[in-house]
């Protein structure tokens, strides 16, 4: 071996002594760098003719656990998704208050009915009544606050959704930019595990916010795909993502690919499912079964107060907007009810007994006055004469009396008028105690044969999911040209332009539209309504009640009838005696029969419709109230349970991608003595072939 040799090969090692050195260096100082792997140096040794030839450096790259690392980014995605849901369904829960204690929103109403009842002791009392309508606007004042808080709840995902997407399109960006980079460096040997360890860091963040899985290429760039299979970064480069908060495409993610068009994006799990799933399910579940118990609460209140009156009866009762016309809303009734003009004191002026199975009117026990659905109006304004007078405007119907006197309705009790399963005075709202700016009663009483009475050419545009928010299908379903009700629904329903591959809709013996999936967790939502019914009427997601984005939610729209919160004594606390003629007295001070009938509410079974989680049950509406307050607090729990359990699980991934990628500082305080003692070894052989060089010299 000559001396050449024996120099050359102590350079290189010296070299690679330095280059090894550098690398332990930089593995210690990123020991806590979040994402960092650690970088090794392959060496080998140089072949030659002598007996060594040297060390030959490779490339400096990372030691990553694919597995591991794929592993932990699932991890990550799901405690991003657990960590959203959690945060915002207990602040849903804590705006319902501890149902635990008394002025826990759940225990509002049994409260209210409570104070009815003390009402009922004393009838001539406005204190225990001013009581009553007092807690009523309490009970309604905070269904709407907590009604609207979901709602900002829900604006404050849409927030947060759309911050998020913008990060992701940030961080997308950048590991493109540095595909490119990472690329260039292996191309040219320089190694590009620097670029890779801060591209890991970029891709963990990502994974908090998406799910995404990542492949290496033999190039050192990487191709990341979302959950659903679509290319988030590949070699064209960054796809860009897109969130809307109105129009068809509301509430859904939008991915648009280099070069390609806007679709629709699965997000898998992450923050962003996380949010998308409490802006499109859990918080309009919540919202709609808050709804129900409300409706429900307040048309059994309604019910109560329609079927009884006030002492002296109120001058005028103006109903509530049917969203029907005359004809069509008298249309179907039975039964009989009674319309009475009382003085202040009580007494019958004249007694007006409508049959609607004879179709007729007899005033004071006269001759019978016949009328059709289309000639109602004039025959109740004929038989009340100089007494009162009838009128219909915007869908409602209003009864008054002449002067000081009142009007007092009520029903045959052995032949009691009846249609949806409604009273005459309940299907159009007469003497309704709480009014709404919407359209409560879904039951129309429509049947399949009644022209619908819809616009024709009119769209509803509905968009068909799936139970993970996903879209299916968006349904633009055009009113046919004076149909009927059936018509209307066959339109619904169609496989081409409706919702038929997915449901149907169906119309209810009581008139009520609804629709019922073919597949589970399917749901219709109505996300845009150019429907009107006659001239100014209602569209037909309104009339009906459709789920829809464009509405308010019920909760939000009911008050306490303005006169009667300004005058507690019109509360109908007494009920009218259809026995009595005219010159005899009907209501009295001390008759406590309708408040009896209004404290009883709460004990009276009621059919929820299916709203949210819960399903279609028929209870009171203090057990439905306590299993709504139980599917809130299990919403939450699961969701802090699933919290913990996915923190955990991200915790122990990360930790084991740590392990066996990580940086060991016990590992690199060997490789550091290690490779000083290679560098001092390989200085010291140069050291040793100066000096023989010296020696060398000298002797010649």
Do not use: C, W
Request: zero cysteines; glycine letters at 10%.
């Amino acid at each position: 071996m000559s001396l050449n040799s024996i120099l050359g090969a102590a350079t290189t090692g010296l070299f690679a002594a330095q280059t090894q050195l550098k690398v332990v260096s930089d593995n210690i100082a990123n020991v806590n760098t979040p994402g960092y792997a650690q970088e090794v140096v392959q060496q080998t040794p140089v072949a030659g003719t002598d007996l060594a030839g040297g060390v030959q450096l490779g490339q400096i790259t990372r030691t990553v656990d694919q597995f591991l690392q794929q592993t932990s980014l699932t991890a990550a995605a799901q405690s991003g998704s657990a960590t959203a849901l959690s945060s915002m369904l207990d602040q849903a829960q804590a705006l319902f208050g501890d149902p635990s204690t008394s002025s826990s929103y759940f225990n509002q109403l049994e409260q209210t009915f409570t104070d009815v009842a003390s009402a009922v002791q004393s009838p001539g009392s406005s204190v225990p009544r001013d009581q009553v309508v007092t807690d009523i606007q309490n009970f309604l004042g905070q269904s709407s606050s907590i009604s609207s808080q979901l709602q900002q709840l829900s604006n404050q995902a849409d927030g947060q959704i759309t911050d998020d997407v913008s990060q992701v399109n940030g961080l997308l960006s950048q590991i493109s930019q540095l595909n490119n980079t990472i690329v260039g460096e292996t191309a040219s040997g320089a190694g590009a595990a620097g670029s890779q360890n801060a591209q890991t860091g970029l891709i963990n963040q990502l994974s908090s916010l998406l799910d995404v899985k990542v492949t290496s290429a033999s190039n050192g760039a990487v191709e990341i795909r979302a959950g659903d299979g679509s290319l988030l970064v590949g070699s064209g480069g960054a796809s860009t993502l897109a969130y809307s908060t109105s129009g068809v495409t509301a509430g859904q993610l939008q991915i648009t690919q280099a070069g390609g068009t806007p679709r629709l994006l699965t997000a898998g799990s992450g923050a962003l499912q996380g949010l998308l799933s409490l802006r499109n399910q859990q918080l309009p579940s919540i919202s709609s079964q808050l709804d129900q118990y409300v409706s429900q609460a307040v048309d059994q209140i309604n019910r109560a107060h329609n079927a009884s009156t006030s002492v002296p009866p109120p001058t005028t009762l103006t109903g509530a907007n049917t969203g029907l016309d005359l004809p069509t809303a008298i249309s179907g009734f039975t039964g009989q009810t009674s319309i009475d003009i009382l003085n202040s004191s009580g007494t019958v002026q004249s007694q007006i007994n409508v049959d609607f199975g004879a179709k007729t009117m007899t005033v004071d026990g006269g001759a019978p006055l016949n009328f059709t659905a289309s000639t109602f109006l004039t025959t109740l304004n004929s038989a009340l004469g100089s007494n009162g007078s009838a009128s219909f405007s915007n869908g409602a119907l209003s009864i008054s009396a002449t002067g000081s006197n009142g009007v007092a309705i009520a029903d045959n009790p052995s032949a009691p008028s009846s249609k949806a399963g409604r009273s005459f005075s309940d299907y159009f709202g007469l003497n309704d105690l709480i009014t709404s700016t919407g359209f409560p009663n879904a039951s129309t009483g429509l049947q399949g044969t009644d022209p619908n009475g819809f616009n024709a050419g009119g769209v509803v545009t509905l968009r068909l999911q799936d139970s993970s928010g996903a879209t299916l299908r968006v349904a633009q379903v055009s009113v046919p040209a004076g149909g009927t009700m059936n018509d209307l629904v066959t339109a619904l329903n169609s496989a081409q332009t409706g919702v038929g591959q997915y449901g149907s809709y169906s119309l209810s013996s009581t008139g009520q539209l609804s629709f019922s999936p073919s597949q589970q967790g399917v749901t219709a939502t109505v996300v845009g309504d150019t429907t009107q019914r006659g001239s100014g009427g209602p569209s037909v997601s309104q009339l009906f009640g459709l789920p829809s984005l464009s509405q308010a939610p019920l909760a939000q729209s009911y008050s306490v009838r303005s006169d009667i919160a300004d005058n507690s004594s019109l509360l109908a606390m007494a009920q009218l005696d259809t026995t009595a003629t005219a010159g005899q007295s009907a209501v009295s001070v001390g008759d406590s029969r309708g408040g009896q009938l209004l404290a009883s509410v709460n004990q009276q079974v009621v059919q929820f419709n299916a709203a949210g989680v819960a399903g279609a049950v028929s209870t009171t509406l203090s057990n439905y109230a306590s299993q709504f307050a139980g599917s809130i607090a299990q919403a939450a729990s699961s969701a802090d349970n699933a919290n913990t359990n996915a923190q955990s699980i991200a915790s122990e991934a990360s930790n084991r991608l740590s392990s066996a990628d990580g940086v060991s500082l016990d590992q690199e305080l060997i490789n550091m003595t290690t490779y000083q003692q290679a560098y001092n070894a390989n200085a010291r052989l140069m050291q040793a072939v100066s000096q023989l060089y010296q020696t060398l010299m000298n002797i010649q």
